[in-house]
């Protein structure tokens, strides 16, 4: 740490690791996964708490109105429990954003609902390293901030969302609000084991596609029918046909049908979009139009399209290059090499760096395995990303941007 100076040497000597691993610990041991409303609501009243150390007022915000549809066809609210919105010295002239999220991929029935300590110096547990160690490596950070003071020029807002792990649909709004006029956002998803930080990422984009058709006797006078699965079908291949390198496209399921005498007057195709850019999106969206309105008119079908693109691409443009050596540079100074690589997963960075905010995303604990039940998370990487952090975040309010 030859690098520091006497105040960034305080800053980073009094994070408590073991206080950091408590948190971890019976944050993990509570079951969050998005849907577990339940599990949910626990879990952030106890961020709630523990987040009550910083100053500034926290919010319990109500989710926005989802849909989904069921397998049925027909559109139904989707339940979402409520985002932790903490909001500090909004008037500060240098103002950061900081995100993370409290749900996991792991519902209430899950078999993996354990913690376990191995003797390699890491811990395997739900949600260990995605996220509830970022999160403990986040609140450690602000902690060490706020504690050696010189804060007044630094304002920041934190969200902690339920529902990043199935796509932000509830807390996009809340997101972009917060993002706005920020210098800087950091968000606390895992990095990799080596230390491996996310660059660019492409976008998302999921879609419910309802075929409606006309049910007939498959034997007696099939010809008066409009099979709705075969449409759905026709329509995957369609879209498929728009695959490029900077666009995947994956049909995924197609629900309905019924017994094999009747003609299958419904079908429901999902389908996942991967756009490289935002002309990508553009011509997806073109595609999907095209492709609709080709197999409504070949298969006398009507056709409905739900959902939309919820995470844009993240390209790594000059802002999130001048962030990015912000961090490596306080990496270096504390003895880390940060490197980072291009990713094809998405998060809530993809939604931060589209309101116009640089944002390094992966600033979480080191780990891997994450969405499986080998999930783990480094316990030496808690201090180490908590001082990487804390640090960033001193030279950011010391120069009043990255």
Same mark, same amino acid.
């Given at each position: 740490?030859?690098?520091?100076?006497?105040?960034?040497?305080?800053?980073?000597?009094?994070?408590?690791?073991?206080?950091?691993?408590?948190?971890?610990?019976?944050?993990?041991?509570?079951?969050? &996964? =998005?849907? +577990?409303?339940? #599990?949910? %609501?626990?879990?952030? !009243?106890? $961020? *709630?708490?523990?987040? /009550?150390? @910083?100053?500034?007022?926290?919010?319990?915000?109500?989710?926005?109105?989802?849909?989904?549809?069921?397998?049925?066809?027909?559109?139904?609210?989707?339940?979402?429990?409520?985002?932790?919105?903490?909001?500090?010295?909004?008037?500060?002239?240098?103002?950061?954003?900081?995100?993370?999220?409290?749900?996991?991929?792991?519902?209430?029935?899950?078999?993996?609902?354990?913690?376990?300590?191995?003797?390699? &110096? =890491?811990? +395997?547990?739900? #949600?260990? %390293?995605?996220?509830? !160690?970022? $999160? *403990?490596?986040?609140? /450690?950070? @602000?902690?060490?901030?706020?504690?050696?003071?010189?804060?007044?020029?630094?304002?920041?807002?934190?969200?902690?969302?339920?529902?990043?792990?199935?796509?932000?649909?509830?807390?996009?709004?809340?997101?972009?609000?917060?993002?706005?006029?920020?210098?800087?956002?950091?968000?606390?998803?895992?990095?990799?084991?080596?230390?491996?930080?996310?660059?660019?990422?492409?976008?998302?984009?999921?879609?419910?596609?309802?075929?409606?058709?006309?049910?007939?006797?498959?034997?007696?006078?099939?010809?008066?029918?409009?099979? /709705?699965?075969?449409?759905?079908?026709?329509?995957?291949?369609?879209?498929?046909?728009?695959?490029?390198?900077?666009?995947?496209?994956?049909?995924?399921?197609?629900?309905?049908?019924?017994?094999?005498?009747?003609?299958?007057?419904?079908?429901?195709?999902?389908?996942?979009?991967?756009?490289?850019?935002?002309?990508?999106?553009?011509?997806?969206?073109?595609?999907?139009?095209?492709?609709?309105?080709?197999?409504?008119?070949?298969?006398?079908?009507?056709?409905?399209?739900?959902?939309?693109?919820?995470?844009?691409?993240?390209?790594?443009?000059?802002?999130?290059?001048?962030?990015?050596?912000?961090?490596?540079?306080?990496?270096?100074?504390?003895?880390?090499?940060?490197?980072?690589?291009?990713?094809?997963?998405?998060?809530?960075?993809?939604?931060?760096?589209?309101?116009?905010?640089?944002?390094?995303?992966?600033?979480?604990?080191?780990?891997?395995?994450?969405?499986?039940?080998?999930?783990?998370?480094?316990?030496?990487?808690?201090?180490?990303?908590?001082?990487?952090?804390?640090?960033?975040?001193?030279?950011?309010?010391?120069?009043?941007?990255?």
């Amino acid at each position: 740490m030859r690098g520091l100076s006497e105040h960034e040497r305080a800053l980073v000597e009094g994070i408590d690791q073991a206080a950091m691993l408590d948190q971890v610990e019976r944050w993990a041991a509570v079951n969050s &996964g =998005t849907r +577990n409303l339940v #599990g949910v %609501a626990r879990i952030a !009243g106890l $961020l *709630a708490d523990a987040f /009550a150390v @910083l100053p500034g007022e926290i919010t319990l915000v109500e989710p926005e109105p989802v849909e989904a549809v069921g397998i049925d066809g027909t559109v139904s609210k989707l339940e979402h429990g409520r985002h932790l919105h903490l909001s500090v010295r909004p008037e500060a002239p240098v103002r950061m954003l900081f995100t993370g999220h409290m749900d996991t991929v792991y519902p209430a029935d899950h078999p993996f609902q354990t913690l376990t300590t191995r003797d390699d &110096g =890491t811990i +395997n547990g739900p #949600g260990t %390293a995605d996220m509830k !160690g970022g $999160l *403990a490596v986040m609140l /450690a950070a @602000l902690t060490a901030v706020e504690r050696a003071g010189n804060t007044a020029a630094f304002g920041y807002d934190v969200v902690i969302n339920s529902d990043e792990e199935t796509g932000s649909l509830s807390s996009a709004g809340l997101l972009a609000r917060a993002a706005a006029e920020k210098v800087a956002a950091l968000t606390y998803e895992p990095a990799l084991a080596d230390g491996t930080l996310a660059g660019a990422r492409g976008g998302t984009g999921n879609f419910s596609i309802v075929v409606r058709g006309r049910s007939a006797h498959a034997g007696r006078n099939p010809e008066d029918g409009r099979n /709705a699965v075969v449409a759905a079908a026709a329509l995957a291949v369609r879209l498929v046909e728009a695959r490029a390198p900077g666009l995947a496209v994956n049909p995924a399921r197609i629900d309905g049908g019924g017994p094999n005498n009747v003609v299958p007057d419904l079908a429901i195709l999902r389908v996942n979009f991967r756009p490289a850019s935002a002309a990508e999106i553009a011509r997806a969206q073109e595609a999907i139009a095209a492709a609709v309105a080709a197999v409504a008119a070949a298969h006398d079908v009507r056709i409905e399209v739900h959902g939309g693109f919820n995470r844009p691409p993240k390209p790594l443009d000059a802002g999130a290059e001048r962030l990015f050596a912000t961090v490596a540079e306080a990496g270096a100074d504390l003895g880390l090499t940060i490197g980072w690589r291009a990713t094809g997963g998405v998060c809530d960075g993809n939604n931060i760096a589209a309101a116009g905010v640089p944002v390094v995303d992966t600033m979480g604990v080191r780990g891997g395995a994450i969405h499986s039940t080998d999930e783990y998370m480094i316990v030496d990487s808690l201090a180490e990303r908590a001082a990487l952090s804390a640090l960033t975040i001193s030279r950011i309010i010391a120069k009043g941007r990255p």
